[in-house]
Every structure is written in C-alpha cells, then in structure tokens.
C-alpha cells in the first residue's frame, strides 16, 4: 500500500440521530470519482467519540464495501483503552481496511513509555498497519520524536498523521527515522511536504478532493511554487473551515455544496451565523477562482 498524496478524512452522515448509510455510499463514490488517494473513516472529523461501538464497526465494513478496493481506506481505531483500541484494529482488520489511524490515547495523559507500550501492544497483537496520530490539542499529550522513531522500528508502524503544528517535531521525525509522514492540517500540509512529508489527512477534501490531491500532486513532484500559489488561493477557505471546531465547519460547507450529511452529534452543535457566512463567502471564492 503506497501512503501518500490526498487522503480524505471523511464525516460521518447522520439522520434523525442515526447512520446514513446511503449518504455515506454517495459520499465515498464522490471522493473516488475526484481522484482521491484514500479514506480516512471514523476520526475526529467523523464524530468517532459519538459513535456507539456498534456504529464505529458498521462505518469501518460499508467504507471498505462501498470503496472496493479501488482506494486503501484507513480505518480510525484510536481509543484511550487499549483494550478498546484492540478491540477496534481487530474489526478494522477483519473489515479488510488495509491499515488504521490510531490516535495518542486522550484523557489518561500518558507519559512517553506509556505511548510506547499501547501502541507495541496493538501492533504485536493485530497484524494490521498503523499510522500513528499525534494530535495533542485534542488529546493532551505530544508524542515525542524519539518515541515515534523506536516505534517505528515494528513493522505494523508505518507512518504519521502529524497534527501538532510544529514543523521542528516533523523535522526531528524525518531525522530520526523513515517513518512516513502526513499532514494532520490542510493549512500546513506545503511545509509539512516539503520537509519530507509524503502527503496530508485533509478535511478540506471533504469538499474539494480533487484540489487537494492537485496540491499534494505538485508538493510529490517538488513543483513548490505552483503548490505554494494554490495554497494561497486556498487558506482562507481552511482558516474558516475551523473556526467553530471540526467537524462543524465542514458539515456545512459540505451542505453549502450539495454535499449535506445531515446533523452533527451533541455535544457539537451547527456553526454560528457569522462562521457559515464567512464559510459561504470563502467557498464562493474558491469556485471563482477554479472557473478561471
């Protein structure tokens, strides 16, 4: 399985409180169709904490039915148990996802052996690939440089979903080790691709894959200046998209573009009017910009 490029880390379609599962059919045909690089199911952008354990299996099996192979989709399967996020790679494994994203454990703020020893003990016990997912303003703890580089040594653990922000830690990783790594954050996927990053985990995708997978296209073939320009043409619209939380911005961008997966789950509410104007406004401009 080759990671790189534009994976989409999809929302979970809700209605009247529960899974649409033809909504979700519609959504992982769109992304194909646009030219994505793979699907990232069941994160933070799908609502994993809202899902029952019953749901978060049954969007892991249609994801991997509905996409057919025809693109790696790699399920989400964090949890801060490790008996919980055990329980969760043994379904994404016999779902046939080809890999999984496994979040820093949240809550229990672990120290740096801790990470080391949940994340050894899913990979030794599930013979499934890992990408690991450093996301400390979500989770309260910043996985380290060297505890990514020794587990990276197992060869379940193949990449990264860098979300920190940080550049210097996604430096101190490519140093370290040959670990891929991906872009936790549309807005720093250019820098993070260009120190060696190999693409990004996109929310933006959501709605735009196909000008997504351009921008990690140009980063891949080290054509910076086009990526840098269309970078800019896209970073307001990825400001906004964050300014009530994800996934709400993005839940009504995607209504905005005919795109809708119903409501989001309490405690997440809809955007405040300011940030579906500001939102509104920001899809405008990048539709003007593509019909240039």
Partial sequence: MNLQGAMTAMTTPFREGKLDEQ???????????????????VGTTGESPTLDFKEHARVIELTVQYA??????IA??????TSEAMELHQIAKRAGAPACLSVNPYYNKPTQEDLYRHFMTLADRVDLPIVLYN??????????????????????????????????????IRALCDIIILSGDDSITVPVMSIGGRGVISVLSNVIPAQIK?????????????????????????????????????KHAMKV?????????????????????QIEERLKEVASIQAQ
């Fill in 257 to 277: 573009a005919g795109l809708d997966t119903g409501e989001l789950r309490l405690p997440l509410w809809e955007a405040s009017d300011s940030t579906k104007k």
């Fill in 76 to 81: 989400g399967t964090g949890a801060n148990a």
């Fill in 135 to 172: 996301v400390p303003h979500r989770t309260a703890v910043t996985m380290s440089p060297q505890t990514v580089a020794r587990l990276a040594k197992h060869r379940n653990i193949v990449a990264i979903k860098e979300a920190t922000g940080d550049m210097n830690i996604v430096g101190e």
């Fill in 23 to 41: 909504r979700l059919r519609e959504q992982v045909e769109f992304q194909i169709k646009n030219g994505i690089d793979a699907l990232v199911p």
């Fill in 214 to 250: 351009t921008l990690t296209k140009l980063c891949l073939a080290n054509q910076y200046d086009q990526a840098s320009a269309l970078h800019r043409k896209l970073f307001q619209l990825m400001r906004v998209m964050f300014l009530d939380g994800n996934p709400v911005g993005i």
């Fill in 68 to 73: 057919a192979g025809r693109v790696p989709v």
